[in-house]
Each structure stands twice: as structure tokens, then as C-alpha cells.
């Protein structure tokens, strides 16, 4: 009878463990590693950051473009390279969705690097990988951590303008619980969410992303609010396409001022202070303010974490040969 109950017990074990395996891998995908490109194109990781160092010398911005090109393309059916598909007579691709049109950028330095990784080593390398791999260069460039990709996704065949649309990606306009549940679905804790927003602080931001803070709302600096409104005006159509640095103080550097600006009532976005407007995550913003250590390491886990989001990986999707169009 011991036996008997003994091994009942280990079954239940076995199975619960691979029942939790199986969720796990839902989200992300064991065949995702570091190392992945090591025998097969190991010159992937110096070919790619030439081209980005190249980019951002001649643009700081595109450090910000690039890094959120990823996060575009993970929020929409996973981290699958979808993001950069042109719209064919079958589908309609993801740039002219509300969140991206006129907004996204940086699809030119993706078809650069891909030239290059091409010539390394054809038809091995996804686009979605690049993706990945161009956004962590662009955070170590512009002064903020590294950390080792875990690689090996494929590319997506195709894609969906209505998934783009579905409200996945979160907008400027976001309240903190939205921007909870929505980080949340692709498996992102609030704490991932805080130290993600971090990103802000590096790119800039359309006149529209930004209007309705700067002329209707209370916890703002009045002198922050004045200096906005210089260059984007009250009225709809009017200078919308004016641009704003998402941090004040130092927008081509990745340090944690971002979180500063927050405490100090001038988060550019609606998105970036109602994380600290008296919310639950008012606490984290100042420990990320404090100290840069805690928001780098939060931030590298964060980042790997939004990578494992729902990756095409073995005999699925494709690689594609150029990253605009399915093979």
C-alpha cells in the first residue's frame, strides 16, 4: 500500500512538472540560446552592431527606434519579425496600424543589417533575431547595460493589421491598470512593466503623443508643460508631427533619469506618469531613480523575458531573405 501510494505520488509529480513545462513553453521556447548562431553564422553579433553603431553615430534617435521596433514586434503575436512586413495583396502588414503609423521608424537600418548578415552567412539569421539582437546593441551603445540574447526565432510568414489594432501594444494614453494588464498578457510582471517604461528614456515622441498631458492635466511641472507647448500647439493638425525628447534631461543617454523626471511631475507621456501618481507602482519609480544598478539589472531581465514572448522557432515560420516580404 506505501508502494502503491508512493509511486501515485511521483506520477502526480511527473505529471504536474510537465504540465507546468508545457505552460511555460507556451510563452517561451526552450530552443531559444545564446548560443544558437555560434557554429552556424559567428560572426552575427559584430556584423549587427557595426551597422547600429553606424546608424546612431549619424542619428542618436535610431537607438530608441530600433529598441522599440522589438517591442512592437513582441507585443503582436509574439517576437516572430511580423513588425517588418510590407503589406502584400494577401494580407495587410502592421505599419500602418494606429500604434505604428507615422511612428515607427528605422526599417532602413534593419534592411542594412540584414544585407550584411547576408553576405556572412545567407538564408541563417531571422529577421526577428536581428530585431533582438539591434535592440540590446542600441541600449549598450547609448550607455546602458549588456546582456546575452537568447536567439533562434524564425520568421513570421505573415501577419495582421487587426492584431496591431486589438489594442496589444499599450498607447500614450494608457491608464496604470491598462498598461498592467496589458504587459501582463504577454506574460510581463508590473515590475517588468516599470523597468521596461525605462526605455523612454531614450527617443522622442510626436506632438499627439503628447497634446492632450501638456494642455489638460494637473501633475505636471507648469514650467515642463510651457516648454512643451512651444512646439506643439493646442490645436489638432497643428504641428502634430513636433517632436519631444521622452527625457528631459537626458535623452540620448540610458541612465535612469527617466524615473527623475517622473518624480518631478515631467514624464512626457500620460503613460510614463501614472506610474507615479500615487499608484502601486509609485515605489519602484523612486527605487529605479535611486539607484541605476537595480534599474539596469530589472530592466536586462525584463527585456529577455518580453524575447521569449511566443517565438517561432524549428521547422516554423521561415528565414526570411528579406525582411520586408515573406520567401
Not at 501510494?5 to 505552460?23: D, E, H, M, N, R
Request: hydrophobic content about 35%; charged content about 20%.
Amino acid at each position: 500500500m506505501a508502494s502503491s501510494t508512493k509511486f501515485s505520488s511521483c506520477s502526480v509529480l511527473i505529471i504536474v512538472t510537465l504540465g507546468v513545462l508545457a505552460g511555460f513553453t507556451g510563452r517561451s521556447s526552450a530552443q531559444l540560446s545564446t548560443n544558437f548562431y555560434s557554429g552556424s553564422c559567428p560572426k552575427v553579433f559584430s556584423t549587427v552592431k557595426s551597422v547600429v553603431r553606424s546608424a546612431i553615430s549619424k542619428e542618436n534617435r535610431m537607438g530608441a527606434s530600433l529598441l522599440r521596433l522589438h517591442f512592437h514586434d513582441c507585443f503582436v503575436n509574439g517576437c516572430d519579425g511580423s513588425v517588418l512586413l510590407d503589406d502584400t495583396s494577401s494580407f495587410t502588414g502592421e505599419k500602418t496600424a494606429g500604434p505604428n503609423n507615422n511612428s515607427i521608424r528605422g526599417f532602413d537600418v534593419v534592411d542594412k543589417i540584414k544585407t550584411q548578415v547576408e553576405k556572412a552567412c545567407p538564408g541563417v539569421v531571422s529577421c526577428a533575431d536581428i530585431l533582438t539582437i539591434a535592440a540590446r546593441d542600441s541600449v549598450v551603445i547609448l550607455g546602458g547595460p549588456s546582456w546575452n540574447v537568447k536567439l533562434g526565432r524564425r520568421d513570421a510568414k505573415t501577419t495582421s493589421l487587426a492584431a496591431a489594432n486589438s489594442g496589444v501594444i499599450p498607447s500614450p494614453a494608457s491608464t496604470l491598470s491598462n498598461l498592467i494588464t496589458r504587459f501582463q498578457a504577454v506574460g510581463l510582471s508590473t515590475r517588468d512593466m516599470v523597468a521596461l517604461s525605462g526605455a523612454h528614456t531614450i527617443g522622442k515622441a510626436r506632438c499627439t503623443s503628447f497634446r492632450a498631458r501638456i494642455y489638460n492635466e494637473t501633475n505636471i511641472d507648469a514650467s515642463f508643460a510651457k516648454t512643451r507647448q512651444n512646439s506643439c500647439p493646442s490645436t489638432t493638425g497643428s504641428g502634430d508631427n513636433n517632436l519631444a525628447p521622452l527625457d528631459i534631461q537626458t535623452p540620448n543617454s540610458f541612465d535612469p533619469k527617466y524615473f527623475q523626471n517622473l518624480i518631478n511631475k515631467k514624464g512626457l507621456l500620460h503613460s510614463d506618469q501614472i506610474l507615479f501618481n500615487g499608484g502601486s507602482t509609485r515605489s519602484l519609480v523612486k527605487t529605479y531613480s535611486a539607484s541605476a544598478s537595480t534599474f539596469n539589472s530589472d530592466f536586462v531581465k525584463a527585456m529577455i523575458k518580453m524575447g521569449d514572448n511566443k517565438p517561432l522557432t524549428g521547422s516554423q515560420g521561415e528565414i526570411r531573405k528579406n525582411c520586408r516580404k515573406p520567401n
